[in-house]
Structure formats: C-alpha cells, structure tokens
C-alpha cells in the first residue's frame, strides 16, 4: 500500500533549498536548464511537462499522487519507452520542484517507471549489412557522411553540427573532435583513408563551413541527415526502420568483436559510463551453455 502524501518521508538524500521558483512556470524553465542540454532532449522534456500539466489542468502545488496515476493510466497505450520517459520526466520535475523549496512534497515519487525490454541485440547491423549499406550510396557527400557516422561511431547530431576546424589532419591518419551529448569534448582518430574521404569534401570551405553541406550552403539538419540514412538502408534491402544510430550501435559492437578494448570504445562514442559500454557484448555474447547441449 502507497503511503499518504500526510506520511509520505522527504528523501534525505535530497538536500532542500530556499525556494527559487514563483510560479509552475518559472519551475519547469529551471528544471529544463538543468536537465537538458541538448536541443532534442529540451523539446521532449519540454513536450512531456506540457502534456502532464495539460492532462492534470491545475497548478502543480494542487497536483496529488492519484493524478499522476491517472496520467501514467492515460499514456498506457504509448511504447513502454515513451511511457517510461515522460513519467521519468514528471518524476524529475516534481523531485526538482521540492528540492528547490517551491513545492512540499514530492507526490510522483511512488509511481513505478515501467519495465522496458532490452533490445539492443535487435539494433546491432552485421558488418555485412553495414557494407551493403554503405557500398549503395554513391554521391560523395552522403558516402563520406554515412562512413563517418559509422567509423567515428557519432549520434546524429555531432555530425550534423561538424564544421572544417572541427578536422585535423596527422601523420599516419587525422582526427576529428566532436562535442558531444553532456557539453563534453571528445578527439576520436580515423583512419587515413575515412580522413581522407571526408577532408576531399571541403574545397575551398572556411574553417567555419560545416562539412557536411546542404544544397543552401548551410549543415544538413538531423532530419536530413536521417532521410540519408533511410534511403542507403532502403537501397540495401535492409530494414525500414534503421536510423543513424544504428551504425553508431554497429560501431561499438563490431569494434569489441574485433578486439579494440572496451575503454577505447567508451572514449570513442562519448559513453559517460563504462556500463553502457560493455551492454554490447551481453547483445553479442561469444558463447552460450544452449550451445552445448543436444537440441
């Protein structure tokens, strides 16, 4: 049984500020600026506050346990995932909400996020797919675009966001710095041929000029980048719902298949815990006891 909101403890762990909100809006802009730091998390965060306080129709101080039930109850029929984000958003929101003093009791804090299947293995190209992906583009700028995304192992937006100075060459190879998910800097070394494919891109380009180009002169858009993507998979018979990220799930996997230490790979994709990591190789484990038995 939950307990009463009357009865409900404050966590200890969640140390209560003097209030630096005054209204329901001036939260949620707080809590935006402090959990979200990528343009596409912001929007989805953004979205997920405006859906629950459209649902709830009243001022968050008023809001009860029993209408976050009922807006996690009116969200049932969403992807365990999406229902599992926008509950963990109204979750952060409330806990933020106490934290800062503006609100006396953190009333989403029983609700449970659902549990959510991990299909990771489902997402993970063979090399071959990824070779039969690449090998059916041939404009430069979408080949160099699409090599990169898988040999870097890059989110979708980094490469969309790469401008000139952003490539550097080296003596046996050249480098590329990406800023990544988290306002973090990484430098990921490519091959000399990858370098090469991508730097025979820019002309006469200034440093500023982003690499990958648009027809109006500007950077392909993240959704640009995507269409790109769909149409290689299509081309190569692969399935429809494939994005970019897959070729970066391609990358961590392939790469741990073929040895590359499993630091290496963290620092490579930017992953900001060791655990994320290492998720691919339970995804593509080497052995299994089923294959010892007589089936």
């Not at 804090?109 to 063979?126: H, K, N, S, Y």
């Not at 192992?153 to 980094?158: T, V």
């Not at 710095?177 to 041929?193: D, E, N, Q």
Request: hydrophobic residues 40%; aromatic residues 6%; contains cysteine.
């Amino acid at each position: 049984m939950l307990p009463s909101l009357s009865t409900m403890p404050i966590d200890p762990g969640v140390a209560i500020l003097a209030p630096q909100a005054t209204s329901d809006d001036g939260l949620v802009a707080l809590w935006l600026g402090t959990y979200t730091r990528s343009p596409h998390t912001h929007a989805a965060y953004q979205s997920d506050a405006a859906a629950f306080r459209a649902f709830v129709g009243k001022p968050l101080r008023t809001v009860r346990l029993g209408d976050v039930q009922a807006f996690a109850a009116s969200i049932q029929h969403q992807a365990p995932a999406s229902i599992a984000r926008r509950l963990s958003a109204v979750k952060s929101l409330f806990k933020l909400g106490l934290r800062l003093g503006y609100l006396t009791f953190d009333v989403a804090a029983p609700v449970q996020l659902p549990a959510i299947e991990d299909t990771l293995a489902e997402r993970i190209l063979t090399e071959w797919d990824v070779q039969q992906l690449l090998g059916r583009e041939s404009r430069p700028r979408n080949t160099a675009l699409l090599r990169l995304l898988y040999g870097a192992g890059l989110r979708i937006s980094e490469a969309a966001a790469l401008q000139w100075r952003h490539l550097t060459p080296r003596d046996d190879a050249g480098q590329v710095s990406i800023f990544g998910k988290g306002g973090k800097t990484r430098i990921v070394l490519l091959p000399r041929a990858l370098y090469e494919r991508v730097h025979a891109l820019r002309g006469n380009a200034p440093d500023d000029g982003p690499v990958f180009r648009s027809r109006h002169g500007g950077p392909l858009s993240r959704v640009q980048v995507h269409r790109i993507v769909k149409s290689a998979a299509k081309r190569a018979g692969l399935k429809p719902n494939i994005s970019a990220h897959y070729l970066r799930h391609a990358h961590c996997s392939h790469a741990l298949d073929r040895g590359a230490p499993v630091h290496v790979v963290q620092q490579t994709l930017g992953h900001a815990s060791l655990t994320t990591t290492t998720r691919y190789s339970h995804a593509r484990p080497g052995d299994s006891s089923a294959r010892y038995l007589a089936t």
